[in-house]
């Protein structure tokens, strides 16, 4: 399969918790990416990591990366009932045209 | 980043027609696009690298005849589902990658009836 796998497949957690996503992909990459998409609409580009960088942040967004273990990892601090959403790791492999392959992806339920 | 344009974003057509999604980038010329393809409940599969002037390049498994791509110019890009049955069925995204990062259409619901 071209798709690297996410886990877990479901989460669902009480407001203000964090959320974990993990991501393994399966070749040589230029970056990872995350997205986010809301029921049945477009994709949101979250964060980017380059295949050089080990950890990244934007507002309650906490990228991680391993290229030896070939996975990453979102978190999402203090949730918010809006934060519910399908997430997506997408990676970009090595000599393959800048074309992304997506995760499985992990669907997020955020109760109030 | 690039702004890309997708037409449209609903469309339910007759089982044995075909239908023309369009991808339109306004502000960047693209020499590659990328053409996604979403089930319900499921992740975006890639099922082709557009060529602007040359012939698309496509995933294995998707069938060149059933999917034409053609990247005419360096501003749109267009996927023609020929023959639609209702397997068809699905959201279809396109995509566009520049210096900056990635930008995606809004995507093209397709409902084969």
């Known amino acids: 399969s071209q798709q690297g796998e996410e886990d877990p497949q479901a989460l669902s957690i009480q407001e203000g918790e964090n959320a974990t996503m993990n991501c393994s992909y399966k070749t040589s990459i230029n970056n990872l990416q995350w997205y986010r998409q809301n029921s049945g609409r477009g994709l949101v580009h979250l964060i980017l990591?380059?295949?050089?960088?080990r950890e990244k942040h934007s507002g309650r967004l906490r990228v991680t990366l391993d290229t030896s273990k070939k996975s990453s990892s979102l978190l999402i601090t203090a949730s918010r009932a809006a934060d519910t959403a399908s997430y997506f790791c997408a990676t970009a492999p090595i000599g393959q045209g800048g074309k992304l392959i997506f995760g499985q992806g992990t669907e997020l339920s955020v109760k109030p | 980043g690039a702004v890309v344009s997708q037409h449209p974003s609903r469309v339910i057509c007759k089982s044995g027609t075909s239908v023309k999604i369009e991808c339109r980038s306004l502000d960047f010329q693209a020499t590659t696009m990328f053409w996604y393809r979403q089930f319900p409940k499921q992740s975006l599969m890639l099922m082709a690298t557009?060529?602007?002037?040359?012939?698309?390049?496509?995933e294995q498994g998707v069938e060149k005849d059933k999917f034409l791509i053609n990247h005419a110019s360096l501003t749109l890009s267009t996927l023609t589902v020929t023959s639609a049955h209702p397997e068809d069925s699905s959201f279809y995204i396109c995509?566009?990658?520049?210096?900056?990062?990635?930008?995606f259409g809004s995507g093209t619901r397709l409902t084969v009836v």
């Open positions: 995509s566009l990658g520049t210096l900056y990062g990635y930008t």
């Open positions: 557009s060529n602007e002037g040359s012939k698309a390049t496509y």
């Open positions: 990591i380059r295949s050089n960088e």
